[in-house]
T-cell receptor, first 113, second 114 residues
Framework: DTGVSQDPRHKITKRGQNVTFRCDPISEHNRLYWYRQTLGQGPEFLTYFQNEAQLEKSRLLSDRFSAERPKGSFSTLEIQRTEQGDSAMYLC???????????FGSGTQLSVL | AQTVTQSQPEMSVQEAETVTLSCTYDTSESDYYLFWYKQPPSRQMILVIRQEAYKQQNATENRFSVNFQKAAKSFSLKISDSQLGDAAMYFCAYKPLDTDKLIFGTGTRLQVFP
């Protein structure tokens, strides 16, 4: 069990650029979650997958955001045309079943200049 | 709407002493899950303890225990024999049965002094 890994750990980008983050869940976990955490706040749910199917998306996930989980393994979260308000930590988590115990990664800290 | 409130932005405790972190939530559901997560400076959220709402018995995990008051919609975390490694942000979270989405509070920063 190597845990949930996220890459990169930090990302600095200019406004208007596209960014992509990767999450590798614990291998036997079929559920994968993305959360966003801004300074001084708790994590906010963005979306989750069961295997390769995206089952729920938050209204926070505007059309500039897209998440994929091809073949039900790793997942990517892409943000197009980044805005300063996108600056946050993006957390990935995985679970063996229905969200009763989530295992989180260390997050990707995004700074949009 | 379901919400989670943590009214203590910061708490401090002396090593070996006991501290209680507060959490209240709002829901119209009768069955749900409640959690406490710890987020150390490494940023990785770690599950501390979990409570199923249908269970009357308060959950306990070693030095961590909860006081679950369903009617009052209160879910406090007690840390006994506090250790320096307990210093972290602590988040209370709620999960309804019909979704996998966790709803988090704003967190409480716990400082532990030697």
């Amino acid at each position: 069990d190597t845990g949930v890994s996220q890459d990169p750990r930090h990302k600095i980008t200019k406004r208007g650029q596209n960014v992509t983050f990767r999450c590798d869940p614990i291998s036997e976990h079929n559920r994968l979650y993305w959360y966003r955490q801004t300074l001084g706040q708790g994590p906010e749910f963005l979306t989750y997958f069961q295997n390769e199917a995206q089952l729920e998306k938050s209204r926070l996930l505007s059309d500039r955001f897209s998440a994929e989980r091809p073949k039900g393994s790793f997942s990517t979260l892409e943000i197009q045309r980044t805005e300063q308000g996108d600056s946050a930590m993006y957390l990935c988590a995985s679970s063996p079943r229905g969200g009763e115990k989530l295992f989180f990664g260390s997050g990707t800290q995004l700074s949009v200049l | 709407a379901q919400t989670v409130t943590q009214s203590q932005p910061e708490m401090s405790v002396q090593e070996a002493e006991t501290v209680t972190l507060s959490c209240t939530y709002d829901t119209s559901e009768s069955d749900y899950y409640l959690f406490w997560y710890k987020q150390p400076p490494s940023r990785q959220m770690i599950l501390v303890i979990r409570q199923e709402a249908y269970k009357q018995q308060n959950a306990t995990e070693n030095r961590f225990s909860v006081n679950f008051q369903k009617a009052a919609k209160s879910f406090s975390l007690k840390i006994s024999d506090s250790q320096l490694g307990d210093a972290a942000m602590y988040f209370c979270a709620y999960k309804p049965l019909d979704t996998d989405k966790l709803i988090f509070g704003t967190g409480t920063r716990l400082q532990v002094f030697p």
